[in-house]
């Protein structure tokens, strides 16, 4: 895959004034009206909080319809809030990975619709076409219910190169502010005998590792626009044999490799439920902890 993109430092030291807010899920109204009354933004909506440092705990996606309009908030007031001294830290949690990597399970019947404006009609016609071609006349309509209006606008920009994609994966998994740690669930024995900034560097690039070897195989067409996240690796093995079998012929090593490598990748602890994102331990057994 990529190179993982370098981010920002990950512990800050003499902090007057910290905000944090969480789960948003898309509820984009109700958070500017949270900002506001939390003097965070002026009536404008505009950074008004000086050297705060505001807080995004993860879970801006899924769930609501305005995920892109909380986003573009955030983007926006990043600029002001750095322009001002203070700063806006948006933590990755499960629902920005599972956009990232297209676990789309929770993403808002309504939320596709937002990305419209990305999705290249000519495209969805072409797909549209190879997917009436191989299930019949009259599938149409199953694949616009598959591929509601925006879907692949939506994965388009949840792409690497995308831009809420590329600007998700700059983004920590966990900070330092003060004597505080900020994470949108909580750390596991997976993370024992880690640093933050090993934490984040490998957190990010278990995102880009799994991203770009599904890259390398919907291009060889082992992967395909709807395939069920989960089953994802065992598809793409079972199309390599398909394959294999319909030709003849040696095996592609340099595909057999991807297709492994794949599977290690999409197994990594980190994205799984004892990593930074989804462990509950704490949460639900606080005394001992």
């Given amino acids: 895959g990529a190179a993982p993109a370098r981010s920002g430092p990950v512990q800050w030291k003499e902090i007057d004034r910290i905000v944090a807010f969480a789960d948003v899920h898309g509820a984009y109204a109700e958070l500017a009206v949270l900002l506001r009354e939390a003097g965070i933004v002026d009536a404008q909506g505009h950074w008004a909080a000086g050297d705060t440092h505001l807080?995004?705990?993860?879970?801006?996606?899924?769930?609501?319809?305005?995920?892109?309009?909380?986003?573009?908030l955030l983007m926006r007031l990043q600029e002001e809030a750095s322009a001002s001294g203070g700063r806006v830290h948006v933590l990755l949690g499960n629902h920005e990975a599972m956009n990232l990597l297209g676990d789309l399970r929770y993403v808002e019947a309504g939320e596709y619709a937002a990305y419209a404006d990305m999705e290249s009609t000519a495209e969805r016609a072409d797909l549209r076409?190879?997917?009436?071609?191989?299930?019949?006349?009259?599938?149409?309509a199953a694949f616009d219910q598959?591929?509601?209006p925006g879907y692949f606008g939506h994965r388009a920009a949840f792409?690497?190169?995308g831009k809420y994609g590329r600007w998700l994966l700059e983004m920590p998994v966990a900070i330092l502010l003060n004597q505080t740690l900020f994470m949108h669930a909580g750390p596991s024995p997976v993370l024992r005998g880690?640093?933050?900034e090993e934490l984040d560097l490998r957190y990010r690039t278990s995102l880009t590792d799994y991203l770009g070897l599904a890259r390398q195989l919907e291009q060889a067409g082992?992967?395909?626009?709807g395939d069920e996240y989960h089953e994802r690796p065992q598809l793409a093995q079972e199309r390599l044999a398909a394959r294999l079998t319909a030709h003849g012929g040696a095996p592609?090593?340099?595909?057999?490799?991807?297709?492994?490598?794949?599977g290690v990748a999409a197994g990594n602890?980190?994205?799984?439920?004892e990593g930074p994102n989804w462990y509950r331990g704490a949460a639900l057994c606080n005394e001992a902890a």
Avoid: C, I, W, Y
């Avoid at 076409?129 to 149409?140: L, M, Q, V, Y």
């Avoid at 082992?222 to 626009?225: G, I, R, S």
């Avoid at 602890?269 to 439920?273: F, K, P, R, S, Y």
């Fill in 194 to 196: 880690v640093n933050l």
């Fill in 159 to 161: 792409s690497a190169a």
């Fill in 222 to 225: 082992l992967l395909q626009p």
């Fill in 146 to 148: 598959k591929f509601p």
């Fill in 55 to 72: 807080v995004s705990l993860g879970d801006l996606l899924d769930r609501g319809a305005d995920s892109r309009k909380v986003m573009d």
């Fill in 252 to 262: 592609d090593p340099a595909l057999t490799d991807a297709v492994q490598r794949f």
């Fill in 269 to 273: 602890a980190l994205l799984a439920e």
């Fill in 129 to 140: 076409r190879a997917f009436e071609n191989a299930r019949g006349a009259g599938s149409g």
